[in-house]
């Protein structure tokens, strides 16, 4: 049976030496693009954009593309488009097959440096930022540089002592895309003091902890069942529903014989609830609504272990209200970790101050690279050179 997820590509020829081609991967019986489709050509790491296009080298032959919910599919010659079967049509349709996902997350958590990478490692990136606030793009950065990690896991203990740069750094080398519009913002609210959240999100460890935190709680509710089944992988379905009715849902697909999880998407549920209400740096009151989201890690195998090839996290949905203002915004930040080599515990060079807005003061550089962007993106690009 075809795996849906892990996909591998054997080429002789150089990356970088060769003519990109663009590519769309489409859904075999829609039409619909695929985005999030990831490539791996050698060792290089490749997805799909939001428009479902990637550009590959032209001479790239017998490839393997795939994503979770779709077909494998094993090509030996590139073409324009490149479709992809469903694994299934509807998930109301599939026949129920439930199993302990609190118990794969345990396992995987209490196993997890025996599983994924646990020593220094350096990966080439492309990191994007984006942000919209009532619908309007205000922000675009597309950057290439490098990530560092000492272990590939996020450390409770300096990270309550603000030492993160212990065990993770980022650098940037190449400053691809960047604008950024000012927003019509104008509550005062007051400065929040910093947190590891935004530093914690970038790994599994972190998640995994935090999914489990919220499954025993004490009138959690937790489900799953396999969508999809052969006899390497499953692709299971999630929910954990916490007493204050807040929704946690999503997909991993677990590898059966290594034991661990290859991919993980969970999507969570909150800005159907009530706003809360605060008061601005001048005494006047607020309301805030919290946004839904979504965080995706995606690994691969490297040697006997497994690497990171992208995290994301979106967010939908949070508002600012203030008499009769009213300011919803939308964000994304997505790492891909182009390649993987092991490194020293010396971190990089030039290491920015990940959770800040580090490209305000960066020059743009005229190299683009490889980069993707969706047509949303370029249109926004577009507008700010015919302003110019």
């Known amino acids: 049976m075809k795996k849906p997820l892990l996909l591998f590509i054997f080429c ?33 790491i490749f997805y799909s954009n939001d428009d479902g296009f990637i550009s590959l080298p032209k001479e790239a032959k017998q490839f393997e593309v795939s994503v979770a919910g779709y077909e494998t599919l094993k090509s030996a010659k590139q073409q324009s488009t490149i479709n992809l079967k469903p694994l299934y049509n509807d998930i109301d349709e599939i026949k129920i097959i439930s199993i302990d996902i609190k118990k794969i997350f345990k396992e995987v958590s209490k196993n997890y440096a025996d599983k994924y990478y646990d020593k220094p490692a350096i990966y080439d990136i492309t990191f994007r930022q984006k942000s919209f606030e009532n619908n309007q793009m205000k922000l675009l950065m597309v950057a290439d ?23 993770v750094q980022m650098q940037i080398d190449n400053l691809r895309y960047l604008k950024s519009e000012k927003r019509d913002f104008d509550i005062k ?67 059966k014989s290594d034991r661990v999880i290859t991919h993980y998407q969970m999507i969570f549920e909150q800005k159907n609830h009530e706003p809360r209400q605060y008061r601005d740096e001048t005494g006047e009151i607020y309301k805030f609504q919290y946004p839904d989201g979504i965080f995706t890690f995606d690994f691969y195998k490297s040697g006997e272990k497994y690497v990171p090839s992208k995290t994301s996290i979106n967010y939908e949905g949070s508002k600012y209200m203030q008499g009769d203002r009213s300011f919803e915004y939308r964000s994304s930040r997505e790492i891909i970790y182009k390649n993987f080599k092991p490194s020293d515990e010396n971190g990089l060079k030039k290491p920015v101050e990940i959770s800040e807005p580090f490209w305000e003061n960066m020059k743009v550089s005229d190299d683009k690279g490889f980069v993707d962007l969706s047509q949303e993106e370029q249109n926004f690009i577009n507008e700010n050179e015919n302003e110019n």
Do not use: M
């Open 145 to 167: 540089g490098k990530y560092w990690t000492r272990d590939g896991s996020f450390n409770g203990k300096e990270a309550f002592h603000k030492k993160f740069d212990n065990f």
């Open 189 to 255: 609210v007051k400065p929040q003091k910093g947190h590891n959240q935004f530093i914690g999100n970038l790994f599994f460890n972190y998640e995994l902890h935090r999914i489990i935190s919220l499954s025993n709680q004490r009138k959690a509710v937790t489900s799953a069942r396999v969508l999809y089944e052969d006899e390497n992988h499953q692709e299971i379905s999630f929910k954990v529903k916490t007493d204050v009715d807040l929704i946690y849902k999503g997909t991993v697909i677990f590898n």
């Open 12 to 44: 002789s020829c150089s990356l970088f030496s060769q003519t990109l081609k663009k590519i769309k991967i489409a859904d075999s019986e829609t039409g619909a693009a695929i985005p999030n489709a990831r490539i791996i050509l050698a060792d290089q």
